[in-house]
Each structure stands twice: as structure tokens, then as C-alpha cells.
């Protein structure tokens, strides 16, 4: 292994056709830990899988494709894990929506690569026959599931728009992850964890829509 290889990292002694692309991928994961979605080139991710220059122009066409692949992977992913966690508001809605926050914070400390490439890269995912994203579009539905849950307490006539709030909720989610979950909280000197930083947000938005009761707002403070 050369010395310049991201920690971690061990190189496959062979490969065989069938795991080419994945070795490729797992490859480019390691490499934008390391350098960023715009740090590397295809033929260094080909030297980091220990295959020739040309092998990876068997699965992508460029760096981009490379990165589009790591972005649709990431969020099929992240889609199961979001899911999983909302279990379909059980017990309550809102305990199942402080394990959501907790599952996207996870996601993004967890796989720091796909999450860059998948919300910061400027890369669009696309399926083989470039249509969106099946599981972006998941990952948003469960967002939005979970809005509609919250706000089946509220009378119809003070619901806010689903798609907003949701859009406000992975907003919130967003910048806290990218703030906080992915970085070294010591360094920022910043006396919460990201995911008390998060729950306390959430609190404090959903007592402003009327969804929690005064009482709820407590743990905010």
C-alpha cells in the first residue's frame, strides 16, 4: 500500500470482474474522505483499487459517473436507514421522529463520503436510464410521512404545507449535520452534542407550529 493511501484503506490483492464497480466505489469513498468530491481522479481511484487506468471505464465514463454511482448508493442507504428509524411513527410520532434526527445525523458521521457527494458535490444522481433518483425521492417521502404524523394534531385549518415543513426539517437537519455531526465539536468548543443541538431545534420549531405543548418546550431551553 502506497503511502499515500487513506488510512484504513487495504488494497485488494485481486479482483474479478463481478466486484469490479464496488471496489471502484469503496475506492472513491475512501479518497473523498481524504481529498473531497473534487480531490481525485479516476485513475487515482483505478491506483487505489490496484486495477489498470482503464479498468474503470468498464462501469463509468468519467469521474462524474464515478461520483453519481457513489451518490445513488448513499442515498439508497440513507433512505433504509431514514425509514427504518420513522417505523412508521411507532411508538409515538414523536419519539419515532427524535430516532429519525438521530438516524440522519448517524448517516452523515457514519458515511461522511456519501453524504458529501450526495448534498455538496453538484453532482445530480441519476438512475442508468437518467431519470431521478428513486431514493432521493424516498428520503424526502419519509420526511413528509412524518410531517403528516406531527401534524394530525393540529385542526386542518393551522397544518402547514407538508412539503414546507419537511423542507424546513431537512434544513434544520442539513446544517446541523453539516456543522456539527461531521466535524470535531471539541474544536468548535460547542458544550452539545449534535444530537441535543438538533432535538432542541426541533422542539423549539415544532411548539412554534403548535404541535407540542408549552411543557414540551422545556428540554429546548
Known amino acids: ?3 499515500s493511501d487513506p488510512p484504513g484503506w487495504r488494497r485488494p490483492r485481486s479482483y474479478h470482474h463481478g466486484n469490479l464497480k464496488e471496489v471502484l466505489l469503496e475506492a472513491a469513498r475512501k479518497l473523498i474522505e481524504q481529498y473531497g468530491p473534487a480531490g481525485f481522479s479516476l485513475t ?19 469521474r462524474d459517473a464515478l461520483l453519481a454511482e457513489v451518490a445513488k448508493g448513499g442515498f439508497e442507504r440513507f433512505a433504509a436507514r431514514l425509514d427504518k428509524a420513522w417505523n412508521n411513527g411507532v411508538p409515538t ?7 429519525l434526527g438521530k438516524a440522519y445525523l448517524s ?24 431519470e431521478a433518483l428513486p431514493a432521493a425521492e424516498r428520503s424526502f417521502d419519509v420526511l413528509q410521512r412524518a410531517a403528516a404524523a406531527l401534524c394530525r394534531s393540529l385542526p386542518e385549518t393551522e397544518r402547514p404545507p407538508l412539503k414546507l415543513m419537511s423542507l424546513h426539517i431537512w434544513a ?5 449535520a453539516t456543522l456539527f455531526a461531521q466535524g470535531d ?3 468548535r468548543k460547542v458544550p452539545m452534542s449534535p444530537e441535543e443541538i438538533l432535538e432542541s431545534a426541533m422542539l423549539i420549531y415544532l411548539k412554534g407550529l ?9 428540554g429546548a431551553r
Open 1 to 3: 500500500m502506497g503511502s
Open 44 to 62: 487515482e481511484a483505478a491506483r487505489l483499487a490496484g486495477v489498470s487506468p482503464a479498468a474503470p471505464y468498464r462501469h463509468f465514463r468519467d
Open 93 to 99: 410520532p414523536l419519539s419515532a421522529f427524535d430516532n
Open 107 to 130: 448517516f452523515a458521521r457514519e458515511e461522511p463520503a456519501s453524504y458529501a457527494v450526495m448534498f455538496e458535490a453538484g453532482v445530480a444522481p441519476a438512475s442508468a436510464e437518467g
Open 172 to 176: 434544520i437537519s442539513h446544517g446541523v
Open 185 to 187: 465539536l471539541q474544536a
Open 210 to 218: 403548535g404541535i407540542l405543548p408549552g411543557a414540551k418546550s422545556d
